[in-house]
């Protein structure tokens, strides 16, 4: 069975300071891993994905990943965020591209 | 494209009452629609599974004959919540794809529903 960790519940960070998010995920097959992020009672946007390929992924308003085969882990990077990148983030996997099972996500508050 | 949407996006009703959530994709046909229940401060957990013009499948714990689903069309499935207590005021997000190999998933925006 699949499963996703988000180490990190929350993170703080200035603005214009870099972040990353972490996520490790287990599965004994071969897995899709997205990213999305949720704005305050609002549904999910993808971020990002990986299905094959580079394991370096470019995704929306800045943000990448980078899929580590060998640690499991897809963690999530920006270089300098903004206040608008306040939200909780989610990383999920999936089995043969089915079912999305979600980690428990991680609040980014970036301050002034 | 691939929106979805939900309807209402809020909704209160009265203990022992039951309320519909419509999730609709509007530029695309789904042919399976996801439920997902999200409770504050938590993450996603998946309750059902449906396919146009079939059963839904539920998962594990989740009460099949207290959410009743009906994905009655390639772009609507409906959820509804029999006999509410306030126990399941939760937030529900639906989700849509667009075929039985398409991996990826487009998120509605969420149903807010409180029990009182």
Redesign the interface.
């Known amino acids: 069975a699949q499963s996703v960790t988000q180490l990190d519940s929350q993170v703080p960070v200035f603005e214009e300071a870099p972040v990353e998010l972490r996520c490790n995920y287990s599965s004994s097959v071969s897995v899709?891993l997205f990213w999305?992020v949720q704005y305050p009672?609002?549904?999910?946007?993808?971020l990002l994905?990986y299905?094959s390929g580079s394991t370096l992924v470019k995704g929306i308003n800045g943000f990448e990943a980078e899929f580590n085969k060998s640690q499991t882990s897809f963690h999530l990077r920006k270089p300098s965020v903004h206040i608008s990148d306040t939200a909780e983030y989610?990383c999920a996997v999936?089995e043969r591209?089915y079912?999305?099972?979600?980690?428990?996500?991680t609040t980014v508050t970036v301050r002034a | 494209g691939a929106v979805v949407s939900q309807h209402p996006s809020w909704v209160i009703c009265k203990s022992g009452t039951s309320v519909k959530i419509e999730c609709r994709s509007l530029d695309f046909q789904a042919t399976t629609m996801f439920w997902y229940r999200q409770f504050p401060k938590q993450s996603l957990m998946l309750m059902a599974t449906s396919n146009e013009g079939s059963k839904a499948t539920y998962e594990q714990g989740v009460e099949k004959d207290k959410f009743l689903i009906n994905h009655a069309s390639l772009t609507l499935s409906t959820l509804t919540v029999t006999s509410a207590h306030p126990e399941d005021s939760s937030f529900y997000i639906c989700s849509a794809r667009t075929g039985i190999t398409s991996y990826e998933q487009y998120f509605g925006p969420g149903t807010r529903l409180t029990v009182t």
């Open positions: 899709y999305y009672n609002q549904g999910l946007q993808l994905k299905l989610f999936s591209g079912k999305l099972s979600f980690g428990a996500g």
